[in-house]
C-alpha cells in the first residue's frame, strides 16, 4: 500500500513564523507535489518535483519555497506566514510522468493568525 | 491554456443514478483522471481513461469523448457514503503535472 504522511493534522502558527510542513512517501516514487486548497477554488499546486533536489513552480509558488534532499521526502516552507496561507495543504506523490495517479497524503491545516 | 470545468453542486437521492460533467481544454491531450475526496479527508483515485469511451469500475464508471473534450463520471445505485466532492483532473500538455478541476460536490439525500 502506498502511504503519503504529512507532519502535522492541524498546525496553528502566528503571521511572520517561518512554517516546514514535511511530507514523506515510501513508494520510491520520483514525482512529489505541494498543493493547497481552499473552497470554491478546487487544488492549486503550489510546488512539484520530479526528482532529487529538482523543484518547479506550479501555480501559486508566491510565498512559498520547497526541498528534496532526499528522494523520499518533499517540504513546503513558509517563509514568513501569512493570514491568507491559512488554508489545508496536501502532498502527494506518482512515479513518473503524467500518466500515473497521484496518491495523497492527509493533508494538514493550517491556520495563520 | 488549460481549462477544467464541472458543475459545483449536485444533489441525488439514494439508489438512484447520478452523472457528473467534466469539460476540458487542453493544448495536447494524455488522459483524463477522476478522483473522490470526502470532506476533511485527501483525494482519493477513482479512474484514468485516455481512450475513448466508458470505463466500468463496479458502481462506477468514467466516459470519456477526446474530439467533444468531454468526461462524465456516472454513479449507479447510490449510497449515502458517495456523498462527496468529484474532482476532474488532466496531465498539463507541457508539463510533468496534473490540472484539477474545482470538484463537485455530491450531497446524496434519503
Known amino acids: 500500500d502506498v502511504k503519503v504522511t504529512q507532519s502535522s493534522r492541524y498546525l496553528v502558527k502566528r503571521t511572520g513564523e517561518k512554517v516546514f510542513l514535511e511530507c514523506v512517501q515510501d513508494m520510491d516514487h520520483e514525482n512529489m507535489f505541494w498543493y493547497r486548497q481552499d473552497p470554491g477554488l478546487g487544488l492549486r499546486l503550489i510546488y512539484f518535483?520530479?526528482?532529487?533536489?529538482?523543484?518547479e513552480k506550479g501555480d501559486i509558488p508566491e510565498g512559498y519555497s520547497v526541498s528534496r534532499e532526499k528522494k523520499e521526502r518533499f517540504s513546503l516552507i513558509l517563509e514568513s506566514a501569512s493570514t491568507n496561507q491559512t488554508s489545508m495543504y496536501l502532498c502527494?506523490?506518482?512515479?513518473?510522468?503524467?500518466?500515473?495517479?497521484?496518491?495523497f497524503g492527509p493533508g494538514t491545516r493550517l491556520t495563520v493568525t | 491554456g488549460q481549462n477544467i470545468d464541472q458543475p459545483t453542486e449536485m444533489t441525488a437521492t439514494e439508489g438512484a443514478i447520478v452523472q457528473i460533467n467534466c469539460t476540458y481544454q487542453?493544448?495536447?491531450?494524455?488522459?483524463l483522471f477522476w478522483y473522490q475526496q470526502h470532506a476533511g479527508e485527501a483525494p482519493t483515485f477513482l479512474s484514468y481513461n485516455v481512450l475513448d469511451g466508458l470505463e466500468e469500475k463496479g458502481r462506477f464508471s468514467s466516459f470519456l469523448s477526446r474530439s467533444k473534450g468531454y468526461s462524465y463520471l456516472l454513479l449507479k445505485e447510490l449510497q449515502m457514503k458517495d456523498s462527496a466532492s468529484y474532482l476532474c483532473a488532466a496531465p498539463h500538455s507541457s508539463a510533468s503535472k496534473i490540472i484539477f478541476g474545482s470538484g463537485t460536490r455530491l450531497s446524496i439525500r434519503p
Open positions: 518535483s520530479y526528482d532529487v533536489k529538482m523543484k
Open positions: 502527494a506523490s506518482s512515479p513518473p510522468g503524467t500518466n500515473y495517479e497521484q496518491y
Open positions: 487542453t493544448s495536447g491531450f494524455n488522459g
